[in-house]
């Protein structure tokens, strides 16, 4: 198996393994980009506790950091997902956020 194959599988399990996932640059206590402490607050809007989302730091793995846009065919980081479904990156859960359709989503998962 390739280095690309064992890396996409990694990150398909983490995907599969957490309702609420999100792929981001630094972690939910400590985001290291404008984006990802955006999709952060946006998850916290929407009722989710912090201590819930699963988080992924991409700076700590170049594999990951190139596999996730391969992964889901998306170019940037932060990246949501939600019960291993790809939701999109910060500008998607604002536009989701906005207009309720992000919490109806996250609202699955605690029901």
């Known amino acids: ?6 890396t996409q599988q990694r990150i398909d399990q983490l995907v599969k393994s957490s309702d609420v996932l999100l792929f981001m640059k630094g972690s ?6 404008g984006f990802s402490g955006r999709a952060i ?13 699963k988080t992924v730091n ?4 170049q594999e990951i950091r ?6 889901s065919s998306w170019p940037t980081i ?3 997902y939600v019960k291993g479904e790809f939701i999109g990156g910060s500008d998607i859960m604002m536009e989701m956020y906005e207009s309720g359709e992000l919490k109806t989503v996250l609202d699955t998962i605690t029901a």
Request: proline content about 8%.
């Open 41 to 53: 607050q946006i998850l916290k809007a929407c009722g989710v506790e912090p201590k819930t989302i």
């Open 28 to 33: 939910a206590s400590f985001p290291m980009c």
């Open 58 to 61: 991409v700076l700590d793995d």
């Open 66 to 71: 190139q596999g996730i846009k391969e992964y």
């Open 1 to 6: 198996m390739s280095d690309t194959q064992a």
């Open 78 to 80: 932060p990246q949501l």
